[in-house]
């Protein structure tokens, strides 16, 4: 089975401190993505990286950046922390071709 | 503009009453239709993948179809165990795109 983990569940942080999610898959995926998630919005996707290295903006990526420096793992940072970014974020990651599997979130409140 | 729209929003069932839910779509090259699950606190889990018009999937008591301009969850005779939010997404364009995630139908089903 595909495991896709997120490091943290839950996480408060402050209004302008940086912050890292975290996300590992175990499964030689190429392809990762971040979303977030809100009601009445549903997902929206920040980021996705095509392979080692590289990556591509999705549909809302301003005050977000990515880091993929290895193939199992792809680290979502919020430069500035800010309320609006209060949100239940989700990792993904599959191979190319097949569906994408999901980790279980860490919901972000920034305060 | 690609766009994915699922009906209805919510819907509540007895334990044992079919029904259906929608997810229609506008997009330029479909490349696949996903239907996924989604539990309280948890990440969406896979269910089914449709390439094509007239494509069917079953898995224990749901049914995907697929049309050229939508798909139908099929729910028969549900328990209360079915009770989630089931996401349609599709993905569009060149390969490797990210998904196109729809809001969602949050199901519940009493006994």
């Known amino acids: 089975d595909v495991k896709v983990t997120q490091s943290s569940r839950y996480l408060v942080k402050r209004t302008g401190e940086k912050v890292f999610l975290e996300c590992v898959q175990d499964m030689d995926h190429e392809n990762m993505f971040w979303y977030r998630q809100d009601p009445g919005l549903g997902l929206r996707l920040i980021y996705f990286?095509?392979?080692?290295?590289?990556?591509e903006k999705g549909d809302i990526p301003e005050g977000y950046s990515v880091s993929r420096e290895k193939k199992e793992r792809f680290s979502l940072i919020l430069e500035s922390a800010s309320t609006n970014q209060t949100s239940m974020y989700l990792c993904a990651s599959r191979q190319q071709g097949q569906p994408q599997h999901f980790g279980d979130g860490t919901r972000l409140s920034i305060l | 503009e690609d766009q994915v729209t699922q009906s209805p929003e919510a819907l509540r069932l007895q334990e044992g009453e079919s029904s259906s839910l929608n997810c229609s779509y506008t997009v330029s090259g479909l490349r696949g239709l996903f239907w996924y699950r989604q539990d309280p606190g948890k990440g969406p889990e896979f269910l089914f993948t449709l390439y094509s018009a007239g494509e069917e999937k079953e898995k224990e008591r749901l049914k995907a179809t697929l049309t050229k301009k939508e798909s139908f969850l099929h729910i028969t005779a549900p328990k209360p165990e079915d009770s989630a939010t089931y996401l349609c997404a599709v993905q569009a364009g060149q390969a490797g795109t990210a998904l196109i995630f729809g809001k969602g139908t949050t199901l519940s089903v009493s006994s």
């Open positions: 990286s095509y392979d080692v290295k590289m990556k």
